[in-house]
């Protein structure tokens, strides 16, 4: 079930997505419009404190003075292949030790590894077959955004869901993902 709404902040029309999540998420589209995500029982004061805190972000990159766009969206046509292609060249020179590292580290093991240009998310697995995709434009971000990613998709061979026993996980075998996971999705890159 989700309930989508408009709040007035600043004078900012932000559309407000209630549904089945366990944290809010902020988002700025390339037009400029302000999306957030919150749970289903989050109270409307909490996520108006949530924007608030945030506003100088929001202006930020609604004025285009920080990248706001993920790197895909950064680069038109051929210029577009070609750096997806530098990005994969990276990824394969670096992702075998660290895949190597971080199964040595979960313990677990995927059958497969596959690089994927991929819109709306950094990695995706099928448990049943131990099968995991790796976006292509990991390639772009610090060698520690790819292990994060990577140990996060391991976790789900052991732990499908996320929830308290998949971040368990999380916090043992990679306790900076936080931080990295906050870093990635802000579009910070090196």
Not at 57 to 63: A, G, S
Not at 160 to 175: E, Q, S, V, W
Request: charged content about 30%; hydrophobic content about 30%.
């Amino acid at each position: 079930m989700t309930k989508t709404y408009y709040l007035t902040e600043n004078g900012l029309d932000i559309q407000v997505t209630k549904k089945a999540i366990r944290n809010m998420y902020l988002r700025v589209g390339g037009d400029g419009s302000v999306r957030v995500s919150a749970p289903l029982r989050m109270p409307e004061r909490d996520i108006r404190r949530f924007i608030l805190e945030r506003m100088d972000w929001i202006e930020e990159k609604r004025q285009g003075t920080g990248q706001s766009q993920p790197p895909w969206e950064l680069y038109k046509g051929g210029e577009r292949e070609e750096k997806k292609q530098e990005c994969r060249k990276r990824l394969e020179k670096i992702l075998p030790q660290v895949i190597q590292e971080c199964e040595q580290k979960t313990g677990v093991h995927a059958e497969e590894w596959r690089l994927r240009d991929m819109k709306t998310r950094w990695g995706t697995c099928n448990v049943q077959k131990k099968r995991i995709w790796l976006n292509v434009w990991l390639g772009e971000y610090p060698r520690e955004c790819l292990e994060y990613v990577v140990t996060h998709e391991l976790v789900h061979l052991l732990e499908r869901g996320h929830n308290k026993i998949f971040y368990g996980y999380m916090d043992a075998f990679y306790p900076q993902w936080k931080n990295v996971k906050t870093r990635l999705n802000s579009g910070v890159q090196p």
